[in-house]
Nanobody, 121 residues
């Protein structure tokens, strides 16, 4: 089993920055895909960013150029740096991990509990 714990959310103003963290514990894998998703009130959960087993990154068009996904293997932690935040970035942010090396779907095997990000305009 894998446990994922997100942190770093909060209330910020439009234009501000935040860095979310996702700490992984439990079973580890040599190759995996890790992603960030978000869910706004009344909307479906949507893809934000991911990196595959080799570190290649992918972003949703809505965050490209503003968000950066990264990882620190020594700390078993993934990050989502969010700059130039907008009100439409508000939502619960989830990190997720899947044992498939380059998974582009939404049915990840492991999910965190989420962290709230609220951007006031």
């Amino acid at each position: 089993q894998v446990q994922l714990v997100e942190s770093g959310g909060g209330l910020v103003q439009a234009g501000d920055s935040l860095r979310l963290s996702c700490a992984a514990s439990g079973r580890t894998f040599s190759a995996y895909t890790m992603g960030w998703f978000r869910q706004a009130p009344g909307k479906e959960r949507e893809f934000v960013a991911r990196f595959n087993w080799s570190g290649v990154t992918y972003y949703a068009d809505s965050v490209k150029g503003r968000f950066t996904i990264s990882r620190d293997n020594a700390k078993n932690t993934a990050y989502l740096r969010m700059n130039s935040l907008k009100s439409e970035d508000t939502g619960v942010y989830y990190c997720a991990l899947d044992r498939r090396r380059d998974y582009s779907g939404r049915e990840y095997e492991y999910w965190g509990q989420g962290t709230q990000v609220t951007v006031s305009s």
